[in-house]
């Protein structure tokens, strides 16, 4: 058993009272390797911005849940040689999928933990989600539950209205489970294709294409059913169109990759939503910067030529967003 208080790593509780406070949204980035770590921690010391890194099932097959957890140990160590004297930083487990899953990361120094049991009968995700709360609150470890289910890609236009979360619900959720935060479906959706080009229209200057609004009226019930709860949105790539171009011009196959714009996302982070995650982006940025490189100069094979400017490219894309769409940046001195 290690607590993460003393690997210098916080939990979310006081970071989301200030951005609720502060009208903006917490950075959930997630990652999977050195590069993507070091981008993360450059860009939230560089702009002061707490940050959380999130932990998924796939990146704990990929990366080894041990070895990802002595990596943001170490992060908090390099966040302060970059001159960063109070590093605000949650190792998150992203969409746990059973008490086993979330206890062994309290118990291995994970700050908070998300138990997704969106996928269950109402019941029994109160039921799995309470069982996670109270192992977790034992050791001031703070648990994210889900409510509602994110559309899937393949899903019906039809279909989604009836995933999001429903507001009647999430009193008597919150109030059973003692979540710390909620995360809710309103619209967006994993990965890099959120939309089918049928349910966007055309924007005639540029011919890319324009998603459906989210449904800010679901959000808006919700905050008023739950004042000052913190509320968390997964999905939320933008899916930056360059980024797409450079995959595209250098030999990637992106069609019809569309995301939450921009705007969409600052609205939501003024609101009661505190956390905003992204992961999909930060691949097409890394995939971008790698691809230019073998295209550009073939004959390069030393990994850090290419792994190198996928981290610059990875960084830039975590300032600006901290900096443009959260607006984190300055609220961790
Ligand atoms: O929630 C989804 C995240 O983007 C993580 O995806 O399981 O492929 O690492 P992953
Ligand atoms: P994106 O696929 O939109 O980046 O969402 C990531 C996420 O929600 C991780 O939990
Ligand atoms: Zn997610």
Not at 44 to 57: G, N
Not at 254 to 266: M, N
Not at 290 to 316: H, Q, S
Request: aromatic fraction near 8%.
């Amino acid at each position: 058993m290690v607590s993460y208080k003393e690997l210098g790593l916080v939990n979310t509780r006081e970071m989301f009272a200030k951005a609720i406070d502060g009208g903006y949204a917490i950075p959930a980035f997630n990652f999977n390797n050195m590069e993507q770590l070091q981008a993360i921690i450059m860009a939230a010391a560089e702009t002061k911005s707490p940050v959380i890194l999130q932990v998924s099932k796939g990146a704990r097959a990929y990366a080894n849940q041990t070895l990802l957890r002595y990596m943001a140990q170490g992060a908090v160590e390099y966040a302060k040689e970059l001159g960063w004297k109070k590093p605000q930083i949650c190792l998150h487990l992203d969409h746990g999928d059973s008490f086993e899953t979330c206890k062994s990361c309290v118990d291995y120094g994970f700050s908070s933990v998300m138990i997704d049991g969106s996928s269950l009968p109402y019941d029994e995700n109160v039921a799995l989600t309470k069982k996670v709360v109270e192992y977790a609150h034992q050791f001031d470890v703070t648990v994210e539950a889900e409510l509602g289910v994110l559309a899937g890609v393949e899903d019906e236009v039809s279909a989604e209205e009836s995933h999001y979360t429903k507001p009647e619900e999430v009193i008597d959720f919150v109030s059973k489970t003692g979540c710390d935060s909620l995360a809710i479906s309103i619209g967006t959706s994993h990965g890099a294709y959120k939309f089918k080009p049928e349910q966007c229209t055309v924007d005639p200057a540029t011919g890319r294409l324009v998603p459906p609004p989210l449904a800010f009226n679901v959000l808006e019930e919700v905050e008023k059913k739950l004042p000052g709860f913190p509320i968390v949105l997964h999905g939320s790539s933008s899916v930056p169109q360059e980024e797409v171009d450079t995959n595209n011009a250098h030999g990637g196959k992106l069609q019809a990759a569309v995301g939450i714009p921009e705007e969409q996302l600052r609205k939501a982070a003024k609101s009661a939503v505190c956390k905003i995650n992204i992961d999909s982006d930060s691949r097409l940025a890394m995939t971008a910067a790698i691809r230019r490189v073998f295209d550009e100069k073939p004959a390069e094979f030393d990994p850090r030529k290419y792994l190198g400017p996928a981290r610059d490219n990875m960084k830039k894309l975590y300032i600006h967003k901290i900096v443009n769409v959260l607006g984190s940046d300055g609220k961790a001195e």
